[in-house]
């Protein structure tokens, strides 16, 4: 089923459960109220009916598809964006909350791997680098095992340049520098007939800065 059938049979139950007053639409930002004890009684019948995770991963989805801020997007209207942001994040916490109870390989592609990228790209711009942390290592388990076949994947490149990030601002610039080592090499083969990628530029870009951070000037200016 694809995520736009998945998105169609969502709306299709929520307007069956609207039918009966079990809950409405909030103006004016749309979301969804819930009587408590309807949530609770739901719960329940979801979960003896073996429901309830398929209908977790349907709103995994569908809080990818509303995020606003996307992997390494620089928010275009900051306060507003990451207001928007802000009301999805209890969402998703509830979602990896979830995956954290379950089996190792139970979780194994439980939640799509942009839900973990997107919000762990929050976390780092409201500051929380503990859980931004947390959420990139998440994204980069899920995408090595996704690209095992492919490991310098773009994609799996820029996770490892989000985590160095991470670790620099924390003050973690040898791992940082490992981290954007690492990236740069992927990155250098993904785009060996791409030299001047932007990718590329980013990535020494960001190394230098840990040079500088470092006190290696000679590096840094080199990069």
């Excluded at 309807?38 to 977790?56: F, I, S």
């Excluded at 995020?67 to 802000?86: D, T, W, Y």
């Excluded at 996770?159 to 973690?172: F, I, P, W």
Aim: charge should be neutral; hydrophobic fraction near 45%; include cysteine.
């Amino acid at each position: 089923m694809s995520a736009a059938d998945r998105m169609a049979e969502l709306q299709q139950q929520l307007a069956v459960v609207h039918k009966y007053s079990l809950l409405e639409w909030i103006e004016p930002d749309k979301s969804v109220g819930l009587h408590r004890l309807v949530q609770q009684q739901a719960r329940r019948c979801a979960g003896a009916a073996g429901t309830a995770e398929r209908a977790m991963r349907l709103l995994g989805e569908v809080l990818v598809k509303v995020m606003p801020i996307k992997g390494e997007s620089v928010p275009r209207n900051f306060a507003a964006e990451m207001a928007a942001a802000a009301k999805l994040m209890p969402h998703a916490a509830a979602l990896t909350r979830h995956e954290k109870k379950m089996a190792p390989g139970a979780a194994a592609g439980w939640l799509p791997v942009e839900l973990h990228a997107n919000f762990a790209r929050v976390y780092e711009l409201r500051g929380q680098l503990t859980e931004a942390e947390e959420g990139y290592r998440r994204a980069l388990q899920m995408r090595e095992a996704a690209y095992a076949d492919q490991p310098n994947h773009p994609s799996l490149a820029a996770t490892v340049g989000n985590l160095a990030g991470v670790h620099r601002r924390q003050g973690r610039l040898a791992e940082a520098d490992e981290g954007f080592r690492r990236a740069l090499q992927m990155e250098e083969a993904a785009y060996a007939y791409q030299p001047n990628h932007p990718d590329l530029a980013i990535t020494l870009h960001n190394l230098a800065g840990v040079h500088l951070d470092q006190g290696r000037l000679a590096e840094a200016e080199e990069g």
